[in-house]
């Protein structure tokens, strides 16, 4: 549960003082997650934890019009840290900020807003949501003008480790970066594909959880960068090989901290909500694609053959479905969602998964049969539209146009991210693409 903040405007202007932190990066993301900050020194720190720094909203992707523009930053307390990166003179800090309206007013377009609003639909039900992902990325070599390439640095396989994984030096770097901002790390190893690792981390409530993934991403590209590498969350960046994910796990607990999912008269320790919540996420599957998989590359993901979920259903095996049970869990029983890739907003995409699950408590929506093993063997034959997730964006745009559950988790972005992703669905289909030039340059 949310507990008391960690720091108070004072706090925070002592620890400035104390560290020699002579910058302060106010971070937010745009409607696409892309992460964006304003730096301002520390004479301008007061001035910041007043929520008096201004911000033109009409030059960031999805905010307003030139008309409508000026906006505030007010930043998080409870986000402050130091960047260790840095040097340990003149340090530079961080808060990531909530968007704010001239009249005082929460801007409805911040995707940090758009996820607090589902918080609290389900805090006033008695519910804390938490996420725990599991991040998924490649390492690549840059050229010789400082452009990543798709040569991997290696050709290690899942759970290699050196000489083979030459990325275990970058990644205990990483790590060691995370841990001293607060991070929970739990495990890091090198994934199936050569250049790809996982790292994950403990789950934390869903606005810490979706926080925490925007720095983590930061983190990975800054860290590579200092080992001469390029770090990218693209879902899928060479064909023919597994794509990076970011399963979630989720876990909800009531006022008393207990968890919700967990009955232990159940066979798989699931509670009647962790049913209703798992039908709720299947039920709004496909439009929930839409947000947890945002780009035209995600989909060159979402294919068999790739470890990636393709079927609408669930399961207690990690293989083609979109929802997994791990089994044996007791008391920490959760719900892992397989289909979230790292491209993703993350504000926008824990406010639909938890929006999606909150309808099914809602309305006691009983999910399917659990698929075993053999049904899943039949079902990778016979997949059909109905049974599957969106195999394009336009796909993907199509069904959460239809699902009046996910527009309404999305809110005031709902238009204008259907209006920016339609966009890139367009610039995609009018490209000529190399694949076309091989396949029929010669042939016609």
Not at 68 to 84: C, G, N, Q, V, W
Not at 109 to 125: F, N, Q, T
Not at 155 to 181: C, S, W
Not at 223 to 252: E, Q, V, Y
Request: charged share 30%; glycine share 6%.
């Amino acid at each position: 549960m949310l507990g008391d903040s960690r720091y108070t405007k004072e706090d925070i202007i002592k620890i400035t003082r104390e560290e020699d932190i002579k910058f302060i990066r106010l971070q937010f993301v745009d409607i696409l997650g892309t992460l964006k900050n304003v730096a301002i020194t520390d004479e301008q720190l007061e001035k910041a934890l007043n929520n008096q720094i201004l911000i033109d909203g009409s030059s960031i992707e999805g905010f307003v019009r030139m008309e409508e523009s000026d906006m505030y930053l007010k930043p998080d307390l409870d986000t402050f840290e130091i960047f260790p990166w840095r040097p340990h003179q003149g340090k530079v800090g961080r808060m990531i900020c909530d968007i704010y309206n001239l009249d005082g007013t929460p801007f409805q377009g911040d995707p940090r807003y758009v996820l607090k609003k589902v918080i609290k639909e389900a805090a006033d039900m008695g519910y804390d949501f938490n996420v725990g992902p599991e991040f998924e990325f490649f390492l690549f070599q840059i050229d010789e003008n400082g452009y990543p390439t798709t040569t991997t640095h290696d050709n290690a396989g899942y759970f290699d480790l050196g000489p083979i994984d030459l990325g275990e030096n970058v990644r205990r770097d990483i790590v060691l970066t995370l841990e001293e901002m607060g991070f929970d790390i739990q495990t890091s190893h090198h994934e199936v594909a050569p250049g790809q690792h996982e790292i994950d981390f403990k789950y934390s409530d869903a606005l810490r959880s979706a926080d925490n993934i925007v720095t983590f991403k930061l983190v990975v590209k800054v860290i590579a960068r200092k080992h001469g590498l390029h770090a990218t969350f693209m879902p899928k960046p060479i064909f023919g090989i597994s794509g990076s994910g970011m399963h979630c796990n989720l876990l909800m607990y009531d006022e008393d901290g207990r968890n919700i999912f967990y009955d232990e008269k159940d066979e798989l320790n699931l509670s009647k909500e962790a049913y209703y919540f798992i039908g709720g996420l299947l039920e709004h599957a496909k439009a929930l694609t839409a947000v947890t998989n945002p780009t035209v590359n995600s989909y060159k993901r979402l294919v068999s053959g790739f470890e990636a979920p393709v079927r609408i259903g669930w399961s207690t095996i990690n293989a083609s479905p979109l929802i997994r049970v791990p089994r044996g869990r007791n008391k920490n029983s959760l719900i892992e969602l397989r289909s979230p890739d790292p491209s993703c907003n993350p504000y926008l995409a824990v406010a639909a998964m938890l929006k999606a699950g909150l309808d099914g408590i809602k309305n006691k929506i009983e999910p399917p049969k659990m698929m075993e093993q053999k049904e899943l063997s039949k079902v990778l034959d016979t997949l059909d539209v109905e049974s599957t997730i969106p195999s394009t964006l336009k796909e993907a745009l199509i069904d959460l146009s239809k699902d009046e559950i996910i527009k309404d988790a999305l809110g005031d972005v709902y238009e204008r991210y259907m209006k920016a992703k339609s966009l890139e669905w367009d610039e995609y289909i009018s490209v000529v693409h190399s694949w076309e030039v091989e396949k029929y340059i010669s042939r016609y």
